[in-house]
């Protein structure tokens, strides 16, 4: 019995330090983040910018977007699992406390929804 | 010869604007029911994960798609989203939440 206790106990220490082990996501701060985005100013800054190659589109706009996509965006670009040569370079040096810190500067102005609109949950007002 | 060119360098002229084709936001409105689950019926979305889409340019929407489509982007979510959608369908989504005011150009 005491083994099996023994044994139960260390199953949720290590569960515990898994848990621990896992970075939790950095906290993301605009003022850093605007000292950050010089690079990408130069595409997502200027209104109706298109990219040249492979294809040729405008460049999302950013202003609003939700911080945490922009953060999984910028990783996906950065491990290659999203593929756009230009975006691979520009996020090939940032670390993710800069990922963090450019999202939350381009995410600071969330989107407002009007109640009477907001029928995203299914709510009742 | 030269008039065959011409001629046919005339008609191409007029072909082109032909495939720029532009999507119907009332037709995608009536497509975006699946979306709306995640995006918001108004294009700001559920989830901190995902995306706003109000006030998207048309044109990043449709390359989006397009390459959830074709595999080019992977995401599970949206790639059995997107499975049934024709090009047509891709423009009139892609022209309804870009009609929504919100996201913006940020210096």
Known sequence: ????????????????????????????????????????????GVADWKTAFPEVYRVPKLGGQKP??????????????????????????L??????????????????????????????? | MTKRLLIASLLLATAVPAFAASGDPERGERKSTACAACHGKNGISVSPEFPNLAGQYPDYLQTALTHYKNGKRKNPIMQAQVANLTPADILDLAAYFSHQKALQVKH
Do not use: W
């Open chain 1, 1 to 44: 019995m005491r083994p099996l206790a023994l044994f139960a106990a260390g199953a949720i220490g290590l569960a515990a330090l898994g848990a621990h082990a896992q970075a939790p996501a950095a906290q993301g701060n605009a003022d850093a983040g605007k000292k950050k985005v010089f690079q990408c100013q130069g595409c997502h």
């Open chain 1, 68 to 93: 945490a996509y922009i953060v999984a965006a910028l990783k996906a670009y950065k491990n290659g699992e999203r593929d756009f040569p230009t975006m691979r370079a520009m996020t090939n040096n």
């Open chain 1, 95 to 125: 670390s993710d406390q800069d990922m963090a810190d450019i999202a939350a500067y381009y995410g600071a102005e969330q989107p407002k929804v009007a109640a009477k609109d907001d029928d995203r949950t299914g709510a009742k007002k």
